[in-house]
């Protein structure tokens, strides 16, 4: 969940842990839900382009 109680939140991820989970190549897998536009997108990102 973003820190400012925004709706959009991450869903289940590849490894069955709900929100995101590093990879052994640094990178984070999963899918990123938009309930307000009720779809998912799977996402395979650079942990650098994560801010927290």
Same mark, same amino acid.
């Given at each position: 969940?973003?820190? +400012?109680?925004?709706?959009?939140?991450? &869903?289940?991820?590849?490894? &069955?842990?709900? &929100? @995101?989970?590093?990879?052994?190549? +640094? +990178?984070?897998? &999963?899918?990123?839900?938009?309930?307000? @536009?009720?779809?998912?997108?799977?996402?395979?990102?650079?942990? /650098?382009? /994560?801010?927290?």
């Amino acid at each position: 969940l973003l820190s +400012d109680g925004s709706a959009m939140s991450w &869903g289940w991820n590849n490894d &069955g842990a709900l &929100g @995101l989970n590093s990879s052994d190549k +640094d +990178d984070v897998s &999963g899918v990123f839900c938009d309930p307000t @536009l009720v779809t998912c997108l799977p996402l395979d990102v650079d942990c /650098i382009h /994560i801010s927290a």
